[in-house]
């Protein structure tokens, strides 16, 4: 499983387990979806530090890759890659 869906998913986990303990507190349903985003945010920010660590790396790799193939198709398309003829 890649690294961006754990998170993704450790993410929406922690916002459905704090909204769930919010329920039982009577207030605007709103207000709950409102506490849960910020409290899961906050959680995220330091239980899921890990994930978050590995999904930056593995986004700077993808980058990287893309990077590399744009250079090589950019000298391609330039004439810079071709290989003498032995004619």
């Known amino acids: 499983m890649s690294a961006a869906v754990k ?4 993410r929406i986990g922690l916002f459905a387990v704090v909204f769930v303990a919010l329920l039982p507190i009577g ?3 709103f207000l709950q979806l409102m506490l849960a985003l910020a409290f899961s945010a906050t959680l995220s920010f330091l239980l899921l530090r890990g994930w978050r660590d590995e ?13 590399a193939e744009k250079e090589r198709l950019r000298s391609a398309l330039a004439g810079d890659d071709q290989q ?3 004619k």
């Open 55 to 67: 999904m930056a790396e593995e986004m700077a790799g993808a980058a990287q890759r893309r990077r």
């Open 84 to 86: 003498p003829n032995g």
């Open 7 to 10: 998170y993704t998913l450790g």
């Open 27 to 29: 207030m605007n349903i």
